[in-house]
């Protein structure tokens, strides 16, 4: 029976391919780095056939591959593992090669419960090769699955990649939901490139950074001389997607005034520009949030929540996918050494032991860090890791610090996966004005890098930037203004962005938005 508020019946939700991931049904050993990069994420499914060990070393066992680790600093047989009920016990046989477990010399033996395997423990084989020992489900299927343009082959991305799946063979919106940093545009961008209306447009709207009065008439567009300002006409991003889609992120801080507005576009898909007449609309709206739209009080209308909603998709925080993190840490680093004509300072397996001993315990340090910004930090972290390197590969003291402390604190009680992380995040409002305003310089105004600097959600960040006098955002720059900081810079879009004082990445975004690639 339909929810009262929902004025239609909607598809049953995709949260059930979320399960794949809080359901851990065997034991795997992944691989975080191996001097041979190729390597990095490969993984090997423990059997403990008849109660008996499993041996792993430089010629056994066989990971997906077929291949065992084969590297000459491990030895033949580096490690023995034992299962215990849901418990493993790591032992080291004699004469082996060194092995760090979390960080610390594996003596003779060490047991391993059950709640520690489902977090992944990391392990450190001579200098070179770092393993992650995790509880995971067993479900096959990851390679009959499109990749999605995602990275990883945990059980929750292939959870996720089969729920990406489902949501682009349908027509119906789509909810995402998932914490701040997750990648929740990139999910929405492949439901749009694998579903009937890819040759359409793509339009992502980040709906926290529009200011609340001029929230309509970005959405519907508005006619020239309907408000103060509006020297001209204004397309509006719903008409801007038509016979696409429409990504609305952040999509729980709609100012409430224009719910109803937004309720009205989704059912009929009618839309009013401002000063406008009626207009029909053919396109498909992904939304997305981190906020818990169904608690009371949150000022988001019940209605608006469900017809948002008729599919959706948890997308998984990166502590819930730690067997990935190897993975992503290298896809982040090769893609800024690429950026950085650097590629020269990652390893390979011709490198000198002491360049992939570096790199290796960066990736064992990195392996079961708790992650509060998700994907979007491990990228920062990568670029920061990579700008700081030299010659030999180098953690700066500040990212140091962080992952010592998160070691320190442990994990969140009951190692729970799924619990918000933005719920114990701190508040903006202990943050005072002179730090605010040192950070907002030091990281260009980028709202994403300013609330991972400060430790709060974007939404606060965007919150106190509108009601501040000193700050704005690009879309609130006047059009006379732009035109002239344009000419003042000679075009540079990052000298214009200096010049304004706001984000360069949002002032790209609306200079595409209003004139094409930038």
């Not at 990749?147 to 027509?171: E, P």
């Not at 819930?320 to 840490?329: E, P, Y």
């Amino acid at each position: 029976m339909p929810h009262p508020d929902r004025g239609e019946e909607t598809l049953p939700s995709l949260r059930e391919y979320a399960a794949a991931y809080r359901q851990p049904t065997d034991y795997f050993l992944s691989i975080v780095f191996h001097p041979d990069n190729r390597r990095i994420g490969e993984r090997l499914r423990l059997e403990f056939k008849g109660g008996r060990e499993v041996l792993v070393g430089r010629s056994l066992p066989g990971f997906e591959s077929g291949a065992p680790l084969d590297d000459p600093y491990v030895s033949r047989r580096a490690i023995s593992i034992r299962r215990e009920r849901t418990a493993l016990v790591l032992s080291r046989p004699a004469g082996a090669s060194r092995c760090q477990v979390g960080g610390m010399e594996l003596g003779d033996s060490l047991r391993i419960d059950a709640e520690r395997l489902g977090r992944g423990v990391a392990l450190l084989l001579a200098h070179s090769v770092v393993l992650l020992l995790h509880s995971d489900d067993a479900a096959a299927g990851d390679g009959e699955l499109a990749d999605c343009g995602l990275v990883g082959s945990s059980a929750a991305m292939r959870a996720l990649r089969a729920g990406i799946l489902r949501a682009a063979a349908s027509d119906r919106d789509v909810l995402l939901r998932g914490e701040t940093g997750t990648g929740k545009e990139l999910v929405a961008a492949a439901i749009h490139r694998l579903g009937s209306r890819s040759s359409g447009p793509f339009v992502a709207v980040n709906m926290a950074a529009i200011p609340p009065g001029l929230a309509a008439a970005s959405l519907f567009g508005s006619a020239r001389g309907a408000y103060t300002g509006a020297a001209k006409a204004r397309t509006g991003y719903f008409r801007e997607a038509d016979g696409g889609t429409l990504f609305l992120d952040e999509v729980g801080d709609t100012p409430e005034e224009v719910q109803p507005l937004l309720l009205r576009a989704l059912q009929e898909r009618e839309i009013q520009s401002v000063g406008g007449p009626l207009q029909r609309v053919d396109l498909r709206v992904i939304s997305a949030t981190d906020l818990p739209l169904d608690e009371p009080g949150k000022g988001f209308r019940t209605a608006l929540r469900y017809r948002l909603g008729a599919l959706e998709i948890e997308v998984p925080p990166l502590r819930a996918r730690a067997a990935d993190s190897g993975l992503l840490l290298w896809h982040f680093l090769h893609s800024a050494a690429a950026r950085e004509g650097c590629i020269d300072l990652l390893p390979d397996a011709a490198s000198e032991p002491r360049i992939i001993a570096g790199w290796a315990s960066i990736f064992l340090a990195l392996a079961t860090y708790h992650w509060p910004g998700n994907v979007r930090q491990l990228s920062n972290f990568a670029t920061q890791i990579l700008l700081a390197s030299q010659r030999e590969p180098q953690i700066p003291p500040a990212l140091r610090q962080l992952i010592q402390a998160d070691s320190a604190q442990g994990p969140p009680p009951g190692g729970d996966s799924s619990a918000p992380e933005a719920e114990r995040r701190p508040s903006l409002r202990e943050v005072s004005d002179e730090q605010f305003d040192e950070v907002m310089l030091h990281c260009r105004f980028e709202i994403a890098a300013v609330a991972d600097a400060l430790g709060v959600t974007r939404q606060s960040v965007y919150r106190r930037v509108h009601s501040s006098s000193a700050y704005r955002l690009a879309a609130e720059v006047g059009q006379d203004e732009l035109r002239e900081a344009l000419e003042h810079c000679a075009g540079d879009i990052r000298a214009v962005a200096e010049y304004l004082a706001v984000s360069e990445s949002a002032l790209r975004s609306r200079l595409r938005n209003e004139r094409g690639p930038v």
